[in-house]
């Protein structure tokens, strides 16, 4: 049996039986040599736990055997990728039970394989001509689905997770509203929100980091927003009598987070 399956196997009961993050069980267990091959199977295992217990439940010999995570790992790697390494009984009777396994559809595959894109029509309204296959969002406006690689650099698509343009598209400021994004390098979220108003208004951007302030500063230009305001400083040492924040109605807050809720972005 391959020691990266029965690695994971052991992440994910520390996950399921909430005694440690991901990240925690893989990071902090010397053992485990490739971190990043071990992070990937728990993830992709974990996003398809629907189908696997589906199988679990459907085909009776799988109930027979002990090591379930162990088989849901397994399982995953045969439904995703049509193949299992090593050996090892649990193999076997996964091998013996293939006709009732379906292999995800190549659809989903292909699905996994889109990035998404956000026009900055602060820069133009009209999508650039590409080869790619480009499909809008159904949600946010001005998102699209894009197979990459981009055929050719273009400075007004700028890749952003889907996830990540909820904020800005929920909080969803006025045009001409006082807005604060009190987390805001490198600008991703900032950006959007300088997108939604239009131009107008103003956006007090801040990070505390002055090379993410810097960052958030080039994006800012190559953006060409002019109603954003990048002030380098800590946003909870902010003066709240300061006249410039007299009238905000609108604040975007992203703190640094561990990532640990991350899942390969489902
Ligand atoms: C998750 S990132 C923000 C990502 C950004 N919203 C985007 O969409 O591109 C968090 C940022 O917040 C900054 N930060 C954390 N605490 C802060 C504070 N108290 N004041 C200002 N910036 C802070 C960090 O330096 C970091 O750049």
Request: positive net charge; charged residues 25%; aromatic residues 6%.
């Amino acid at each position: 049996m391959a020691l990266q399956y029965k690695q994971a196997a052991k992440v994910i009961d520390n996950v399921l039986k909430k005694k440690a993050s991901i990240k925690t069980s893989i990071y902090q267990n010397n053992e485990i040599k490739n971190k990043k091959i071990i992070l990937a199977i728990v993830s992709k295992t974990l996003a398809n736990m629907n189908t696997i217990e589906d199988l679990l439940r459907d085909i009776k010999d799988f109930r027979t055997i002990k090591q379930k995570t162990m088989l849901m790992v397994m399982l995953n790697d045969y439904i995703t990728n049509g193949k299992i390494s090593g050996g090892g009984a649990i193999k076997s009777v996964i091998l013996k039970n293939k006709e009732k396994i379906p292999i995800l559809e190549k659809k989903q595959k292909e699905e996994e394989t889109f990035k998404y894109y956000r026009l900055n029509t602060l820069r133009t309204k009209v999508f650039p001509s590409i080869s790619n296959k480009v499909e809008p969002d159904e949600f946010i406006p001005n998102l699209y689905k894009l197979t990459p690689p981009l055929s050719l650099p273009i400075d007004t698509l700028l890749s952003q997770d889907k996830p990540s343009c909820f904020p800005a598209f929920i909080l969803k400021p006025p045009e001409n509203s006082i807005c604060i994004d009190a987390c805001a390098a490198p600008g991703n979220k900032t950006t959007h929100l300088a997108t939604i108003m239009n131009n107008t208004g103003i956006i007090y951007a801040f990070d505390k980091d002055s090379k993410r302030a810097e960052l958030l500063r080039t994006t800012v230009k190559n953006y060409q927003a002019t109603n954003i305001e990048v002030i380098c400083g800590d946003f909870l040492q902010s003066d709240i009598e300061d006249i410039r924040f007299e009238n905000v109605t609108h604040i975007l807050c992203d703190p640094s987070c561990s990532g640990s809720g991350i899942l390969e972005r489902h």
